[in-house]
């Protein structure tokens, strides 16, 4: 980046840093959008990288939130969102400078995550970004479609109705603020996040979007927002398809119930939703469960452990057991090292959650191991043979346990000092559910 520098914008910069994305991207958000992010975002996370004109060519911002992690913890996280460059300027060393300087800040700030969605595979894994979380977009035929009974006393008791928006607008963030302390890969939900509850983004759109929830005995569980419009607009007559935007569920009588609400719209001809999780049960509410397809599947969010220690140290593992990790960091130095990870059970039945890590904050019960976690110097790690050789891009796909630790040990991305070291890794790092991230940003 010759002649160029990375900093902070001043306020009345503001306009000239959200343009940078739209020029980089060819899109520009509705004026809704970009006054929701100048009213919220905070001026010294922004980054910007200026040319040997002082013109600001690139971007990236920091939003604080928390993300759970597998057991419970809630760790302080950044999601990272506007990263540009805009197309005069790329390949010269402007990305690389403003993710740098982001994660440098980041690390300073005490922020143990950071997490953001890719334009493209290829570019975040040379920064520590690793491939998190992971959904599919499914489509149900709806002709002929059966829905298994529950077994036993599974049926739910309570009932859906159709609601309006304003009911709406109170009843997602409410199920999504308690739905994030239970999943690890959540985050809680950024600024723009409701804007399509709201209706602010796009007001033709909102008009077509309709509610439902789902309650019993006074309590909503679940919350539903869809569209039924064609699946081809160049036919005169088009078949229409209802369009899942989003479904939030705290129960399972309330993800049935819904569920069976949109299987049950008359009039259409399939279901299609949203990138929604892998192990989506809904498949197997249906007598065919070859009716739902995955029509696109791929990466939700990458993650990256700024502070690799803290970040082991704050999660639970699903076995207990002891392993040397040898994590190599280039991007951010201060990671790349030897930690001795020790998972123990340190809980008698219905016994109280350990004590949480400095900045992190216990949501709910806890599951699995505890962690403890020592950085060994480099005279050890000179004479130590590690159980597991891993680079941090590597390890930010399996710590939340999107990814199996024997998948990218067999791809070459991970080198175990022999098979029980392996399997020992695998089992400590798996998780019973697989992660995922609801929020859109």
Same mark, same amino acid.
């Given at each position: 980046? =010759?002649?160029?520098?990375?900093?902070?914008?001043?306020?009345?910069? #503001?306009?000239?840093?959200?343009?940078?994305?739209?020029?980089?991207?060819?899109?520009?958000?509705?004026?809704?959008?970009?006054?929701?992010?100048?009213?919220?975002?905070?001026?010294?996370?922004?980054?910007?990288?200026?040319?040997?004109?002082?013109?600001?060519?690139?971007?990236?911002?920091?939003?604080?939130?928390?993300?759970?992690? =597998?057991?419970?913890?809630?760790?302080?996280?950044?999601?990272?969102?506007?990263?540009?460059?805009? =197309?005069?300027?790329?390949?010269?060393?402007?990305?690389? %400078?403003?993710?740098?300087?982001?994660?440098?800040?980041?690390?300073?700030?005490?922020?143990? #995550?950071?997490?953001?969605?890719?334009?493209?595979?290829?570019?975040?894994?040379?920064?520590?970004?690793? =491939?998190?979380?992971?959904?599919?977009?499914?489509?149900?035929?709806?002709?002929?479609?059966?829905?298994?009974?529950?077994?036993?006393?599974?049926?739910?008791?309570?009932?859906?109705?159709?609601?309006?928006?304003?009911?709406?607008?109170?009843?997602?963030?409410?199920?999504?603020?308690?739905?994030?302390?239970?999943?690890?890969?959540?985050?809680?939900?950024?600024?723009?996040?409701?804007?399509?509850?709201?209706?602010?983004?796009?007001?033709?759109? %909102?008009?077509?979007?309709?509610?439902?929830?789902?309650?019993?005995?006074?309590?909503?569980?679940?919350?539903?927002?869809?569209?039924?419009?064609?699946?081809?607009?160049?036919?005169?007559?088009?078949?229409?398809?209802?369009?899942?935007?989003?479904?939030?569920?705290?129960?399972?009588?309330?993800?049935?119930?819904?569920?069976?609400?949109?299987?049950?719209?008359?009039?259409?001809?399939?279901?299609?939703?949203?990138?929604?999780?892998?192990?989506?049960?809904?498949?197997?509410?249906?007598?065919?469960?070859?009716?739902?397809?995955?029509?696109?599947?791929?990466?939700?969010?990458?993650?990256?452990?700024?502070?690799?220690?803290?970040?082991?140290?704050?999660?639970?593992?699903?076995?207990?057991?002891?392993?040397?990790?040898?994590?190599?960091?280039?991007?951010?130095?201060?990671?790349?090292?030897?930690?001795?990870?020790?998972?123990?059970?340190?809980?008698?039945?219905?016994?109280?959650?350990?004590?949480?890590?400095?900045?992190?904050?216990?949501?709910?019960?806890?599951?699995?191991?505890? %962690?403890?976690?020592?950085?060994?110097?480099?005279?050890?790690?000179?004479?130590?043979?590690?159980?597991?050789?891993?680079?941090?891009?590597?390890?930010?796909?399996?710590?939340?346990?999107?990814?199996?630790?024997?998948?990218?040990?067999?791809?070459?991305?991970?080198?175990?000092?022999?098979?029980?070291?392996?399997?020992?890794?695998?089992?400590?790092?798996?998780?019973?559910?697989?992660?995922?991230?609801?929020?859109?940003?």
């Amino acid at each position: 980046m =010759p002649g160029g520098s990375v900093g902070t914008p001043s306020e009345h910069e #503001l306009d000239e840093v959200f343009d940078v994305g739209a020029r980089a991207f060819g899109h520009r958000e509705p004026d809704a959008v970009v006054d929701c992010w100048r009213q919220s975002t905070i001026l010294d996370r922004i980054v910007v990288s200026r040319d040997d004109t002082g013109e600001i060519v690139g971007s990236a911002i920091s939003i604080p939130t928390n993300m759970t992690v =597998p057991g419970g913890c809630r760790l302080p996280t950044a999601a990272i969102v506007g990263v540009a460059v805009v =197309p005069t300027h790329r390949r010269r060393g402007h990305l690389r %400078a403003m993710m740098s300087y982001q994660l440098g800040d980041l690390h300073a700030r005490g922020d143990h #995550l950071a997490t953001l969605y890719a334009s493209e595979a290829s570019i975040y894994g040379r920064f520590g970004y690793g =491939p998190a979380t992971f959904g599919a977009r499914y489509r149900i035929a709806r002709r002929g479609v059966r829905i298994r009974e529950p077994l036993g006393d599974r049926a739910f008791n309570g009932s859906v109705r159709m609601v309006g928006v304003e009911l709406a607008r109170e009843a997602f963030p409410a199920l999504l603020a308690e739905l994030v302390q239970r999943r690890a890969g959540e985050v809680d939900a950024l600024p723009n996040e409701w804007m399509d509850i709201e209706g602010t983004g796009n007001e033709v759109d %909102a008009q077509q979007r309709f509610f439902a929830v789902y309650e019993e005995e006074g309590r909503i569980d679940g919350a539903l927002s869809y569209r039924v419009g064609p699946t081809d607009k160049g036919e005169p007559w088009p078949p229409r398809a209802v369009f899942v935007e989003r479904l939030v569920t705290l129960s399972d009588p309330s993800y049935g119930a819904l569920w069976r609400f949109v299987l049950g719209i008359d009039l259409v001809e399939e279901i299609r939703t949203q990138r929604l999780p892998l192990d989506e049960p809904v498949r197997f509410m249906l007598e065919d469960h070859r009716q739902m397809r995955v029509v696109a599947y791929g990466e939700k969010t990458w993650l990256r452990l700024v502070d690799v220690g803290a970040c082991l140290a704050s999660r639970r593992y699903d076995d207990e057991g002891s392993l040397l990790l040898e994590v190599e960091d280039a991007f951010c130095p201060w990671n790349t090292g030897l930690y001795r990870l020790e998972a123990i059970q340190d809980l008698p039945a219905g016994g109280e959650p350990a004590s949480s890590p400095d900045g992190a904050v216990l949501a709910g019960g806890a599951d699995g191991f505890a %962690a403890s976690v020592e950085r060994l110097d480099e005279v050890a790690l000179g004479r130590a043979v590690p159980d597991v050789r891993l680079d941090v891009e590597s390890l930010a796909s399996i710590y939340l346990g999107g990814l199996p630790v024997s998948a990218l040990a067999r791809a070459g991305r991970i080198r175990a000092s022999s098979e029980r070291s392996l399997v020992r890794a695998e089992r400590m790092f798996r998780t019973r559910e697989k992660p995922f991230c609801s929020s859109q940003f």
